[in-house]
């Protein structure tokens, strides 16, 4: 159905998947763009937040001062073309379901994040990116173009080529600049469902980072777990998991099963978050010395669920850090700085009291164009902090570790963050008066708007 035009949308609690606030918002299920080009024609004052399947882990995809527009009913693919690997798809469609169509065709994502459940649009908004950063870059580099809903109502047709400042400003731009109709994207040739993964147990960060350096020329993906609790000498130390799409050959001998076939697994469910987290600081020691423990230096053949989504194993995990929920905070610091600069904030994970139960590493190639993206040459460390402490404490660390990343010229990302400051914001992203320029030419009075983009200073408030 489509959204009412006097009153659009209908009234619901939205939140980040963090899970810290529930905000009353008006959202809109659209069936078709069509939808969302009624409400901008029928009341110019209405702003609209797009949103997708709601994985950003703070306040980018929701706003208690418009309507969000829910694109989850826009999930049909358009056209395939078998030679080149070229899809489009409206932006509804899911990574989950990209996956379940299209590998028993020997096709995969070019990159994937840590989840398959994202949508096209949403990848697009926030630029996402995988394990293989540091060799094919950001989603960005395999979208080929996209139709993009302004706020006049109009559609525009956005590649390279053709519009390519607002292609540019929305690659990253967190869906401030308009509503992403459909796209065109590049997946990728794959001969099996499964990838080789060198597993090596690093005694400190040194010892992770050389092994990044040492593999990033001989493997797709690169990812290392983290142990945020060690300190001295042993801080930094992880678990460095470097990996391949494996041919038929690598298989082990498996009789008649597909190769392409994706291996059956029924997922766990957190059904409701317990009144108090489990994931404390003593029990996530006890954690990662099991895990560290359980990794030494081999090899194995593992499927692509295991190895690209793990969580996506456990439905509602977000809901095991407690009824306060989490922040993710995901820092990058410039090739020349990430050893001193992922130092400095283990250093101050661990001196903080607080735990990180997930803690990830990445190696990160080069940027794509897009105004504002997130990576370049370097290094990504994500950390899932839980929300233990008072409201003030959370702002002053999120604060450190934001100094931190001042220092060596680092940046957050916007598809993770929830605390950061429009000052902060600004000295991290100097592209942003020109995203801000060109957001402008597109949408003149700031229809396109969220939660995030006011309390970074990105749209007026």
Request: proline letters at 5%.
């Amino acid at each position: 159905m489509r959204c009412p035009k006097a009153v659009p949308g209908t009234e619901s609690s939205l939140q980040g998947w963090g899970r810290l606030e529930a905000v009353p918002s008006r959202a809109c299920r659209l069936s078709s763009y069509r939808d969302a080009v009624d409400l901008l024609r029928s009341d110019d004052q209405t702003r609209v937040t797009p949103r997708g399947l709601g994985r950003s882990y703070g306040d980018a995809s929701y706003d208690d001062r418009g309507v969000v527009l829910d694109s989850r009913g826009l999930d049909r693919y358009v056209a395939f073309d078998e030679t080149t690997g070229l899809l489009r798809c409206e932006a509804g469609v899911s990574f989950a379901d990209i996956v379940r169509t299209f590998v028993p065709r020997g096709w995969f994502l070019a990159t994937t994040p840590g989840t398959q459940f994202v949508t096209v649009g949403g990848a697009i908004a926030a630029d996402i990116h995988g394990k293989n950063h540091h060799r094919v870059g950001s989603f960005g580099e395999h979208v080929v173009e996209f139709t993009l809903l302004l706020a006049s109502g109009d559609l525009v047709r956005c590649s390279r080529d053709e519009h390519a400042e607002l292609f540019f400003a929305t690659l990253g731009g967190m869906g401030l600049t308009g509503f992403v109709v459909d796209a065109t994207i590049r997946l990728r040739r794959i001969d099996t469902a499964y990838v080789t993964v060198d597993y090596r147990r690093s005694r400190c960060l040194d010892d992770s980072l050389e092994a990044f350096a040492q593999g990033d020329g001989l493997y797709e993906h690169s990812v290392a777990w983290v142990d945020c609790l060690a300190t001295g000498k042993s801080l930094g130390r992880g678990v460095v998991m470097r990996a391949n799409h494996a041919t038929v050959a690598d298989l082990p001998a498996r009789g008649s099963v597909d190769p392409l076939a994706l291996p059956a697994r029924r997922p766990w469910s957190v059904p409701f978050a317990p009144p108090v987290s489990p994931l404390r600081p003593w029990t996530i020691r006890l954690f990662n010395e099991a895990f560290y423990a359980a990794h030494p230096d081999h090899g194995a053949v593992v499927d692509i669920g295991r190895f690209f989504y793990p969580l996506d194993a456990v439905r509602g995990w977000n809901r095991l850090y407690g009824p306060k929920g989490f922040i993710q905070y995901q820092a990058f610091f410039p090739r020349a700085t990430s050893m001193q600069g992922l130092r400095e904030l283990l250093a101050c994970v661990s001196a903080s009291g607080v735990a990180s139960f997930l803690a990830v590493m990445k190696s990160c190639g080069a940027a794509d164009g897009g105004l504002l993206s997130y990576l370049e040459p370097g290094h990504t460390l994500a950390l899932d902090i839980p929300w233990h402490r008072s409201a003030a404490h959370m702002r002053a660390l999120s604060g450190a570790f934001d100094a931190i990343l001042l220092r060596h010229g680092g940046r957050i990302y916007l598809a993770k963050d929830a605390l950061t400051t429009a000052e902060t914001f600004r000295r991290m992203y100097p592209r942003l008066a020109e995203f801000q320029r060109v957001r402008k030419r597109a949408d003149p009075h700031g229809r396109f708007s969220s939660a995030l983009g006011r309390r970074l200073g990105i749209v007026e408030g």
